[in-house]
């Protein structure tokens, strides 16, 4: 085991780019992780060429010139199936096709999922996180939007996994935008975070309440964004370049890729200056033009006032009217144009959090969720997710998970369990908290009895346990025999008396003992298959050994005692082994008991025609 708690990183995994993010342990302040040449925003762009994968900006200088080797925007197809693409394929150079409800992309004569491609961007970022900290970074907390569904943040969590890191929580982009602005103090506030991307826009309302966040509503358009404010200054000085120098470059690819980046830069500087100028050389004349603020403002007034429709339903669906809501945070580079601001502003009635660099601030908050999961604030716990699975014991003391770790409350969970002795009546249910394989290695939070089962063979009775954790985090677990009807319950507090610094240690021991738990508990479960199988020819040892010989009697009792033999040994697979041996064995003792409790039944009738027969 690690002497210390690994690091945890705070990722962003963007549309466009992602960043990565950790808590400088000496001011105690979120900071954003640079590459070697200074660069926070890592496109998010992966480049399939014939020498090798590119990620970044070396994959976005293909996107031009190699578009059908290039993936962008991957995120946009996270978890998603195929019916819910094609819209998107609209606007994507690259097929997919589906397999297995898997959606592949094909680029560059490769088929790759998109879990695997954003899971090479955030391997580059996990190698800049090591770079800087000079050791190796395993764990991230990873934000995504807050509309994505559970396959979406399945997707999200799969692609860490296939980047090496264990993804210890997945975070609402919103919230944590919020945490980062340390919006989680407040004791009771609604908040409202507008997010303006490249390509993206979305809003979000939430309700902050004694440091847990929930979603009231979200909404947003999913094609609108900073590159439709830079296209609609683009067509305005195409329609200048034909009036005044009679230039047509609508069938231009390389000058208007020139013009789209030089309207870009100059939306960028309008953001910070009134006016300003553009200069580009074509190869007949040179294009000269002055632009100012407010000529771009009246271009893009259109599409900021479409952003405050979504706002409006949103504050409808939550059930509230502008003023009621206690903060505005600012998300996305695109809340840099001051039109924006203004808009937000007169809105919603607040003037805006704008301190924090918006492009920066969700992997901000990511590394203060990190910082909070890793233990390093120690007094408060966010408790929308539950922190440890919680399950129940099985047969030979292992754990079978109901309610996995970080999964969102309310929730609840509906599991089958059966007997394992004969004639058992009364059942001992065991409910433990932990992220370990075997009960001793867990936390144990509750015992009861669910007694007056009727007496029935073992794997008979059909034990249905329900678990149910309420919005505060109260799990109440039912345990109802289906055959009798027979019922008991109990109610437990999971959280009662764990301190992060507990759960932090839990999920580390997990790890640290990963390997040697899996082992442990398949020699069990091993066990366990071998005592079953031991207990079934037993009883058909009693129940028929009339029908058969001495010799094959012989031979069965012999198969059972050499399972016996080495049922205490560690070999799994010596154990496996004669299991497999001793089913053989009693195969034809078992179809003989099998033909004769049908024979005595059904009375004279042979087997074989009643199974012949409609
Ligand atoms: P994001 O997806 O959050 O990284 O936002 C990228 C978008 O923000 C792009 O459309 C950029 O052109 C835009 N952007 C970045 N900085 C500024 C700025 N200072 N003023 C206006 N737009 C900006």
Same mark, same amino acid.
């Given at each position: 085991m690690?002497g210390?708690?690994?690091?945890i990183?705070?990722?962003?995994?963007?549309?466009t780019?992602?960043?990565?993010a950790?808590?400088?342990?000496?001011?105690?302040?979120?900071?954003v992780?640079?590459?070697?040449? $200074?660069?926070?925003l890592?496109?998010?762009?992966?480049?399939f060429?014939?020498?090798g994968?590119?990620?970044?900006?070396?994959?976005?200088r293909?996107?031009v010139r190699?578009?059908?080797t290039?993936?962008?925007?991957?995120? +946009?197809?996270?978890g998603?199936?195929w019916?819910?693409?094609?819209e998107?394929?609209?606007?994507?150079?690259? *097929?997919?096709k589906?397999?297995?409800?898997i959606?592949?992309?094909?680029?560059g004569?490769?088929?790759? %999922?998109?879990? !695997?491609?954003?899971?090479?961007?955030?391997?580059s970022?996990?190698?800049?996180?090591?770079a800087h900290?000079?050791?190796?970074?395993?764990r991230?907390?990873?934000?995504?939007?807050a509309?994505?569904?559970d396959?979406?943040r399945q997707?999200t969590k799969d692609a860490?996994?296939?980047?090496?890191?264990?993804v210890?929580?997945i975070?609402n982009?919103p919230?944590a935008?919020s945490l980062?602005? $340390?919006?989680? &103090?407040?004791?009771?506030g609604?908040?409202a975070?507008?997010?303006?991307?490249?390509? %993206?826009?979305?809003? *979000?309302i939430?309700?902050?309440?004694?440091?847990?966040?929930e979603?009231?509503a979200?909404n947003?358009?999913t094609h609108l964004?900073?590159?439709?404010?830079?296209?609609? #200054?683009?067509?305005?000085?195409?329609?200048d370049?034909?009036?005044?120098?009679g230039?047509?470059?609508?069938?231009?690819?390389?000058?208007?890729?020139?013009?789209?980046?030089?309207? !870009?830069?100059a939306?960028?500087?309008?953001s910070a200056?009134?006016r300003t100028?553009?200069?580009l050389?074509f190869a007949?004349?040179?294009?000269?033009?002055?632009?100012?603020r407010?000529e771009?403002?009246?271009?893009?007034?259109?599409?900021?006032?479409?952003?405050?429709?979504?706002? +409006?339903?949103?504050?409808?669906?939550? $059930?509230?009217a502008?003023?009621?809501?206690d !903060?505005?945070?600012l998300v996305g580079?695109?809340? +840099?144009?001051?039109l924006?601001?203004?808009?937000?502003?007169?809105?919603?009635g607040k003037v805006?959090?704008s301190?924090?660099?918006?492009?920066?601030?969700?992997a #901000?908050?990511?590394?203060?969720?990190a910082?909070?999961?890793?233990?390093?604030?120690t007094?408060?716990?966010?408790?929308?997710?539950?922190?440890l699975s919680l399950?129940?014991?099985?047969?030979?003391?292992?754990?079978?998970?109901l309610?996995?770790?970080?999964?969102?409350i309310?929730t609840s969970?509906?599991e089958m369990? %059966?007997?394992s002795?004969?004639?058992?009546?009364v059942v001992?249910m065991?409910?433990?908290?932990?992220?370990r394989?075997?009960?001793?290695?867990?936390?144990s939070?509750?015992r009861? !009895?669910?007694r007056?089962?009727?007496?029935m063979?073992a794997g008979m009775?059909?034990?249905?346990v329900?678990?149910?954790i309420?919005?505060?985090?109260i799990?109440?677990?039912?345990?109802?025999?289906?055959r009798?009807?027979?019922a008991? *319950?109990?109610?437990?507090?999971p %959280?009662?008396?764990? &301190?992060d610094?507990?759960?932090a240690?839990?999920?580390?021991?997990?790890?640290?003992?990963?390997?040697?738990?899996?082992?442990?508990?398949?020699?069990i479960?091993?066990?366990?298959?071998?005592?079953?199988?031991?207990?079934?020819?037993?009883r058909?040892?009693?129940?028929?050994?009339?029908?058969? $010989?001495e010799?094959?009697?012989?031979?069965i009792?012999a198969?059972v005692?050499?399972?016996k033999?080495?049922?205490e040994?560690?070999?799994?697979?010596l154990?496996?082994?004669?299991?497999?041996?001793?089913?053989h064995?009693?195969?034809?003792?078992a179809e003989?008991?099998?033909?004769?409790?049908l024979?005595?039944?059904?009375?004279s009738?042979?087997?074989?025609?009643i199974?012949?027969s409609?």
């Open positions: 690690r210390r708690l690994s690091r990183v705070g990722i962003d995994l963007g549309t780019n992602s960043l990565v950790y808590i400088d342990e000496q001011t105690g302040l979120p900071r992780i640079p590459d070697r040449d $200074g660069h926070v890592l496109p998010s762009v992966v480049s060429t014939r020498e994968v590119l990620v970044g900006d070396a994959a976005k293909q996107l190699k578009p059908d290039t993936v962008y925007s991957v995120k +946009r197809f996270m998603r199936g019916d819910d693409v094609q998107e394929l609209r606007y994507f150079p690259f *097929s997919i589906p397999e297995d409800g959606i592949r992309l094909l680029v004569g490769r088929e790759v %999922t998109p879990p !695997e491609v954003s899971a090479i961007v955030l391997r970022l996990k190698e800049r996180a090591e900290f000079g050791e190796p970074i395993e991230a907390v990873i934000t995504v939007p509309y994505f569904n396959s979406q997707a860490g996994r296939i980047a090496g890191l264990d210890v929580r975070v982009e919230t935008a980062a602005y $340390g919006l989680h &103090e407040l004791h009771d609604i908040i975070v507008y997010d303006l991307g490249g390509g %993206t826009f979305d809003i *979000s939430l309700r902050v309440k004694d440091g847990i966040f979603v009231l979200t947003g358009n964004g900073g590159d439709d404010f830079d296209r609609v #200054l683009m067509d305005w000085l195409l329609d370049l034909r009036a005044r120098h230039a047509d470059l609508s069938g231009d690819h390389e000058a208007l890729q020139e013009l789209r980046l030089a309207s !870009e830069a939306k960028i500087r309008l200056v009134e100028a553009l200069t050389p007949d004349f040179t294009y000269h033009r002055e632009t100012s407010q771009l403002e009246e271009l893009i007034e259109p599409l900021v006032q479409a952003t405050l429709a979504p706002c +409006r339903m949103a504050l409808a669906d939550a $059930g509230l502008p003023g009621q809501l !903060e505005v945070v580079g695109s809340t +840099r144009v001051p924006v601001r203004r808009r937000v502003q007169e809105l919603f805006p959090h301190r924090l660099n918006p492009d920066e601030v969700v #901000l908050g990511a590394a203060v969720q910082h909070i999961l890793a233990g390093g604030i007094n408060m716990l966010l408790l929308d997710v539950t922190p399950g129940i014991e099985t047969l030979g003391g292992i754990v079978s998970v309610i996995p770790r970080n999964t969102t309310p969970a509906r369990f %059966t007997t002795v004969d004639g058992q009546t001992d065991h409910v433990v908290q932990g992220e394989e075997l009960v001793r290695d867990c936390r939070l509750a009861f !009895e669910l007056g089962i009727d007496p063979p009775p059909k034990i249905e329900t678990f149910l309420d919005a505060n985090g799990l109440q677990v039912h345990a109802r025999e289906l009798t009807g027979k008991a *319950s109990i109610e437990v507090k %959280t009662y008396g764990l &301190e610094a507990d759960v240690r839990m999920v580390e021991e997990s790890f640290a003992y990963a390997e040697a738990d899996v082992s442990a508990r398949l020699l479960e091993t066990r366990n298959e071998a005592d079953t199988v031991t207990t079934h020819v037993e058909a040892l009693r129940q028929g050994a009339h029908l058969t $010989g010799d094959e009697l012989a031979r009792r198969a005692d050499a399972l033999q080495v049922r040994s560690g070999d799994r697979d154990i496996r082994e004669r299991t497999i041996a001793l089913n064995a009693t195969e034809r003792l003989l008991l099998m033909d004769s409790t024979k005595e039944a059904l009375g009738k042979r087997v074989a025609e199974l012949e409609p």
